[in-house]
């Protein structure tokens, strides 16, 4: 049974910063590629960002561009998604999710292209 647990989120203030955690239980991210999307209340869920498992290859949607950061720390099986320099527009509940594979193929911002998802972390920034 594989189970994506998430941790960190909360409130924060524009401007700030927060560090989301994701753990795959009997699934290590050295050898799956990771993802994350988000949803706000009311719209469609988004892709965020991905990793392929080598660390090699990395997608990040437009408003994530050089202020969201993925990165994995393999001894702890455990995957981070750097929010920095957050917006009020960023609040959403973010969820990592785990590929069938190791590649992202071409696909990573397809959400069915995804195995294994967290129950997702919500991230409210304010004004």
């Known amino acids: 049974q594989v189970e994506v647990v998430q941790f960190g989120g909360g409130l924060v203030q524009a401007g700030g910063s927060l560090r989301l955690s994701c753990t795959a239980s009997?699934?290590?991210?050295?050898?799956?590629?990771v993802g994350w999307f988000r949803q706000a209340p009311g719209k469609e869920r988004q892709f965020v960002g991905a990793?392929?498992?080598?660390?090699?290859?990395?997608y990040y949607a437009d408003f994530a561009e050089g202020r969201f950061t993925i990165s994995r720390d393999i001894t702890k099986n455990t995957v981070y998604l750097q929010l920095n320099n957050l917006k009020p527009e960023d609040s959403a509940t973010y969820f990592c999710?785990?590929?069938?594979?190791?590649?992202?193929?071409?696909?990573?911002?397809?959400?069915?292209?995804?195995?294994?998802w967290g129950k997702g972390t919500q991230v409210t920034v304010s004004s």
């Open positions: 009997g699934r290590p991210f050295s050898k799956y590629a």
């Open positions: 990793q392929s498992a080598s660390q090699a290859t990395k």
């Open positions: 999710a785990q590929k069938r594979g190791a590649f992202l193929a071409g696909e990573h911002d397809r959400q069915d292209s995804y195995e294994y």
